[in-house]
C-alpha cells in the first residue's frame, strides 16, 4: 500500500511537471520532489507504526499442566492416546484402588460400631442415673439407722456395736453415691462432645471415612480442563508417587493465549477492546482475528530481586542492554457464524493491533498483514 502511494506520488509529479508542464522540471524541483517523496514516506511510516502498531513477534501459548498423581499406587489403565481431543472430567488413567477401597470398608465398619456405641450412651446414662438414685436411697437409710441406733444406744436400749456397723455402712453408702455421680459425670461428658449433630467419636471416624473416600476417588485422575495429553509413556503396571519430580504426562489445555510483543514506544495509544489480526506462519493465506485483552506493563528490567548483594551499577565504558518489549494479549475472536481455527499450541507469526487514532491509515497496515500472510506460504530453505 505504501508503494502505491509512492506511486501516486510520482504520477502526480510527472502528471505536473512533464505532462502538463505547469512547472519547470529543473534541479530545484527535482530536489523538492525528491524530498517531499521522502517526507510523505517517513510521515506515513512513523503515524501508521503508532496508531496501527505491529509486532513480528507474535506467539501462541497454552496452558500446560503436568499430571501428578495426588495418592501413589500402581497403574492399571490407561484410558488416552496422546494428541487425542478430551473434555474435562474425562478419564486419563487408573491406580490400582485395592488399599484405598479396603481403608473405606475399614472405616465404614467402624462408624457403624462407633454409631451404635453412641446410640447406648443414652441408655448407659439412664442406668447411671439410677444407680445414683439407688445409692442416694440407701444412704438416706443408712443415715437415718445410724441416727435411730445412736438415739437408742443414749438411752441404754441399744449397744455400741450398732452404731459403729451403722456408721460403717454410712460411709459404703457415700462411697457408692460418689461412684455413681462420677459414672453419670463420665456418660453425660461424652454426650456433650459433639461436633454439629454428632458425637466426637462418631465425627472423628466419618472425618477419617471421608479422607479415605477421597483418597480412592483420587485413584481415578481425570481431566483438569479441555484440552489433550502429550508425553502419554506412562503404561499399565508403572508405580506412580505424589510427588512432582516426575510427572505421569502433561496436558496441554484447549484454552490458548496469544501474546504479542510491541517496543515501548508503540503502544501509547493501545487499550483493551481494540481489534487485531495476526498472521502465523502454522495457517498462511489465513489471518487470525482477536481483540486487545490487556497489555503487561511490567519487564523482568524493572525487576529488583530481594538479596543482600547491592545490585552492580554498568560501567561507564559499556552500553546499556537493549529495552525489554512489552506483550500485549490478544484474545481470538471467531466472526459471526464461524468457529475459530484450529491454532497449534508455539505458532509463531507477526500481527497487528488498530486503535481508535486515524482510522483511514489502518488500511495500510491490513494489506501489509495480508501480504505477510501470503508469505507465509513460502518456504525458504534449500535442503
Known sequence: MLELIIGGYCGLVWLIFIKLKWLPWNIKTQVGAATGAILLAATIIFTINVVSPSSSDVRVMNFVAEIVPRVPGTVTRVAVEGNTMIKKGDVLLEIDN????LRVKELQAK???????AKTLWQDLDNAKSNTSAAQAQLDLMKKRLAQAAELAKAGAGNQFDVENFATEV??????????????????TKLEGVVGPDLASVAQIKAQLEAAQYDLDSTVIRAPADGYA???AVRPGNYLVAMPFKPAMSFVEHE?????????????YV????????ALKT???????AKVDSIVWATGQGQLVQSGVIPNAPSEMLHAPLAQKFAVKLVPVAKE??????????????GAVYTEKLAALHLLRMVMIRAQSLVNYLVLKLH
Open 98 to 101: 485395592t488399599p484405598y477401597r
Open 111 to 117: 462408624l457403624a460400631d462407633a454409631t451404635a456405641s
Open 171 to 188: 460411709k459404703k453408702a457415700e462411697s457408692a453415691v460418689a461412684s455413681a455421680k462420677t459414672a453419670e459425670v463420665k456418660v453425660t
Open 230 to 232: 502429550v508425553n502419554v
Open 256 to 268: 490458548q493465549r496469544i501474546l504479542a510483543f510491541f517496543a515501548q514506544n508503540e503502544l501509547r
Open 271 to 278: 487499550k483493551p477492546g481494540d481489534k487485531a489480526e495476526v
Open 283 to 289: 495457517l498462511p493465506g489465513e489471518l487470525v482475528f
Open 337 to 350: 457464524g464461524e468457529k475459530l481455527p484450529f491454532i497449534p499450541m508455539g505458532s509463531r507469526g507477526g
